[in-house]
């Protein structure tokens, strides 16, 4: 049972566009959700999060929305860049420091 | 502050042969995770530590793979005979389990990439 969906496997965007990366959930109890972001050969970094008692967090060029009766996050990424490009992974939790991960969103900026 | 440490990068075994995986999380972190990356998938929790104590294997294949974690510091993660589809990458993650975690998530290391042929 996948609890946190990603079912966009990759994106291209050209760069000054912005990105927008989607995340589907089904479980109502999450109420932290993550974005990481991960390098070839590297492990998954931190990126943004959200409560699920805000719709937005917003941190430089990175903007997190949140529509809990959709069960439905999005990434927004404004200006995109090169270094940008990575795959996304969306991240739940229901305040058990367990996390559920989505499959990934490979974003591919084009210069 | 030094980060989530794991070795060996690179790994490449036969089928039904044993391998090891080590990890040492940032100093004074209690909460230690080991995640398995299957290619193409997202990472998958495999098992979680309290300082020297499991929190969740729910989803350890314990037939196969074991893991410990003496003295609430470095933890083993093995596999004891090891499949084909065992082949991905082991991620070690540590948390000090405070509220920040929840908001920022938690540190992983750079994984160990294992191939079973």
């Known amino acids: 049972d996948q609890q946190v969906k990603q079912n966009s496997p990759s994106l291209s965007v050209q760069e000054g566009r912005i990105s927008i990366l989607n995340c589907d959930y089904t479980?109502?109890?999450?109420?932290?959700f993550l974005w990481y972001k991960k390098y070839p050969a590297e492990g998954p970094t931190f990126l943004i999060s959200?409560?699920?008692?805000?719709d937005k967090n917003e941190d430089g060029r990175f903007t997190v929305f949140l529509n809990k009766s959709a069960k439905h996050l999005s990434l927004h990424i404004v200006p995109s860049q090169p270094g940008d490009s990575a795959v996304y992974f969306c991240?739940?939790?229901?305040?058990?420091?367990?996390?559920?991960f989505g499959t990934g969103t490979r974003l591919k900026v084009l210069a | 502050e030094a980060g989530v440490a794991q070795s060996p990068r690179y790994k490449i075994i036969e089928k039904r042969q044993s391998v090891a995986f080590w990890c040492n999380p940032i100093?004074?972190?209690?909460?230690l995770y080991w995640y398995q990356q299957i290619l193409g998938q997202g990472p998958k929790l495999l098992i979680q530590?309290?300082?020297?104590?499991?929190?969740?294997d729910s989803q350890l294949p314990k037939d196969r793979f074991s893991a410990e974690r003496l003295k609430g510091v470095d933890s083993t993660l093995k596999i004891q005979p090891a499949k084909l589809e065992d082949s991905a990458v082991y991620l070690c993650?540590?948390?000090?389990?405070?509220?920040?975690?929840?908001?920022?998530?938690?540190?992983f290391g750079s994984g160990t990439r294992l191939t079973v042929v």
């Open positions: 993650a540590s948390s000090s389990n405070t509220i920040r975690e929840e908001l920022y998530g938690y540190t």
């Open positions: 479980n109502s109890m999450f109420d932290y």
């Open positions: 959200i409560s699920s008692i805000k």
């Open positions: 991240a739940a939790t229901s305040g058990t420091y367990k996390y559920i």
């Open positions: 100093s004074g972190h209690a909460t």
């Open positions: 530590f309290q300082n020297n104590g499991v929190v969740d």
